[in-house]
T-cell receptor
Framework: GAVVSQHPSWVICKSGTSVKIECRSLDFQATTMFWYRQFPKQSLMLMATSNEGSKATYEQGVEKDKFLINHASLTLSTLTVTSAHPEDSSFYIC???????????FGSGTQLSVL | KNEVEQSPQNLTAQEGEFITINCSYSVGISALHWLQQHPGGGIVSLFMLSSGKKKHGRLIATINIQEKHSSLHITASHPRDSAVYICAVRANDKIIFGKGTRLHILP
């Protein structure tokens, strides 16, 4: 069964609204979670690294005020796309690192469509 | 030049064929992951390697740290193996992805 749960699987929203995506580690405490974005037929791009109890580290070119990341507990990280625009439409996926074995586990992804 | 290069980009083969996907990287790494992404987008981590070779069922992954190269092999390929296979390396706590290899196994 899945060890990382991502919700929702897909979301359609109007331009200007905010969307929250949740990523939960089910079987382990994840001190580090990662958020990625994937445009059609392109490779995954790391957006940010989320560390429990501290501020996320964003990759170059990713607006931290637009993509708010909160990692308030060892099992939950959230990504909020604020004031979404059509160009934010993409596939967002999270992963969590199991600190006991350094393995990465991926969520099932969220397809965001902004109208 | 990308820090992680995969080849081939696309591969179509007949059921039963032996498949090899290659990954070369140009940075120092602490680990290399092989991932499988299905058409729906879901990603499964197949292997995590830091040295040597790992085997799981029909899948074999090898890594040569000195040559900065890894290969993923699929023996007795099956149509259900059709997916995008992605090589990802961990370097300085960042994860860098290859562009993926789109594999299509024909029945």
């Amino acid at each position: 069964g899945a060890v990382v749960s991502q919700h929702p699987s897909w979301v359609i929203c109007k331009s200007g609204t905010s969307v929250k995506i949740e990523c939960r580690s089910l079987d382990f405490q994840a001190t580090t979670m990662f958020w990625y974005r994937q445009f059609p037929k392109q490779s995954l791009m790391l957006m940010a690294t989320s560390n429990e109890g501290s501020k996320a580290t964003y990759e170059q070119g990713v607006e931290k005020d637009k993509f708010l990341i909160n990692h308030a507990s060892l099992t939950l990280s959230t990504l909020t796309v604020t004031s979404a625009h059509p160009e934010d439409s993409s596939f967002y996926i999270c992963s969590a690192r199991d600190p006991t074995n350094e393995k990465l586990f991926f969520g099932s992804g969220t397809q965001l469509s902004v109208l | 030049k990308n820090e992680v290069e995969q080849s081939p980009q696309n591969l179509t083969a007949q059921e039963g064929e032996f498949i090899t996907i290659n990954c070369s990287y140009s940075v120092g790494i602490s680990a290399l992951h092989w991932l499988q992404q299905h058409p729906g987008g879901g990603i499964v981590s197949l292997f995590m390697l830091s040295s040597g070779k790992k085997k799981h069922g029909r899948l074999i992954a090898t890594i040569n740290i000195q040559e900065k190269h890894s290969s993923l092999h699929i023996t007795a390929s099956h149509p259900r193996d059709s997916a995008v296979y992605i090589c990802a390396v961990r370097a300085n706590d960042k994860i860098i992805f290859g562009k993926g290899t789109r594999l299509h196994i024909l029945p």
